[in-house]
């Protein structure tokens, strides 16, 4: 198993910057795919950016061209770089860890980190 633990959210003006990190402990981190998720209270959990082991990235349409993943094996951790955030970008941000051994799925999910973008 890993544990997460997501840091680097708050409050931030429209068209402002972010980043969001990731730290795992626990497990092998350079096996794990990682991913970053975001919700709202009107709305359910949504795959943000998405990072496998052998560094295969997939983004949201939403975000496209905007935010960047990337992770750091020496430092055990997944980064999420948000430019030109909009008001829409509000959100708690959860990192999430997953592999599938034997046809099962494993995952793990960090606590949450609120970003807010407000003028």
């Known amino acids: 198993q890993v544990q997460l633990v997501e840091s680097g959210g708050g409050l931030v003006q429209p068209g402002g910057s972010l980043r969001l990190s990731c730290a795992a402990s626990?497990?092998?981190?350079?096996?794990?795919?990682m991913g970053w998720y975001r919700q709202t209270p009107e709305k359910e959990r949504v795959l943000v950016a998405f990072?496998?082991?052998?560094?295969?990235?997939a983004y949201a349409d939403s975000v496209k061209g905007r935010f960047t993943i990337s992770r750091d094996g020496t430092k055990k951790t997944v980064y999420l770089q948000m430019n030109g955030l909009k008001p829409e970008d509000t959100a708690v941000y959860y990192c999430?860890?997953?592999?599938?051994?034997?046809?099962?799925?494993?995952?793990?999910w960090g606590q949450g980190t609120q970003v807010t973008v407000s003028s």
């Open positions: 999430r860890s997953s592999k599938v051994i034997g046809g099962q799925l494993l995952e793990n």
């Open positions: 626990g497990s092998i981190f350079s096996s794990w795919d």
């Open positions: 990072i496998t082991s052998d560094r295969n990235i």
